[in-house]
T-cell receptor, first 114, second 111 residues
């Protein structure tokens, strides 16, 4: 099975712009979660989507949003970029919910805001 | 508040030495605990979870609810164990796929 894929892998944006990141889960997986990884804050949960519905949301401002399509692919959007948004954004997919289901992580998209 | 603490940023040992990566958590309830590992230039992957009570690559971890700890141990470290290790917590009130991560510990195993 192909793993979780994320595009693009690297991105450079200017402060004030917006950006869209994409995540394709493992075939058959219906849950997609997003995390932000920075040297200062570590790995922080952004949100989770399941069957096109947001189920959980972390403590991030409304500039961070996401969506999930019927094929389970997910996108996250960050509007009005700030320098502090520079981070590695990780996506993880899981077959469904439940303690027996493992999350599989993608390679990440490294976003640099200048 | 849900929190995971990994007190060591770097743990440096020689090959064959025992290893213990510390993890303490704060959660009012019965969480599920995990260890994730990230080898150089590879993606984050699950190493083990407390409910499985298994040994993976020689690593074990026991959940101690009294001390709220989930330390990762290996009796004899190998060079290929060098990686970044993250302890993570999943609280059922937050949803099954919301993980709270510690800051991570870099394990360096020297020959």
């Amino acid at each position: 099975k192909a793993g979780v894929t994320q595009t693009p892998r690297y991105l450079i944006k200017t402060r004030g712009q917006q950006v869209t990141l994409s995540c394709s889960p493992i075939s058959g997986h219906r849950s997609v979660s997003w995390y932000q990884q920075t040297p200062g804050q570590g790995l922080q949960f952004l949100f989770e989507y399941f069957s096109e519905t947001q189920r959980n949301k972390g403590n991030f401002p409304g500039r961070f949003s996401g969506r999930q399509f019927s094929n389970s692919r997910s996108e996250m959007n960050v509007s009005t970029l700030e320098l502090g948004d520079s981070a590695l954004y990780l996506c993880a997919s899981s077959a469904t919910a439940g303690s027996s289901y493992e999350q599989y992580f993608g390679p990440g998209t490294r976003l640099t805001v200048t | 508040a849900q929190r995971v603490t990994q007190p060591e940023k770097l743990l440096s040992v020689f090959k064959g030495a025992p290893v213990e990566l510390k993890c303490n958590y704060s959660y009012s309830g019965s969480p599920e605990l995990f260890w994730y590992v990230q080898y150089s230039r590879q993606r984050l992957q699950l190493l083990l979870r407390h409910i499985s009570r298994e040994s993976i690559k020689g690593f074990t971890a026991d959940l101690n609810k009294g001390e709220t700890s989930f330390h990762l141990k290996k009796p004899f470290a190998q060079e290929e164990d060098s990686a970044m290790y993250y302890c993570a917590l999943r609280g059922f009130s937050g949803g099954y796929n919301k993980l709270i991560f510690g800051a991570g510990t870099r394990l360096a195993v020297h020959p």
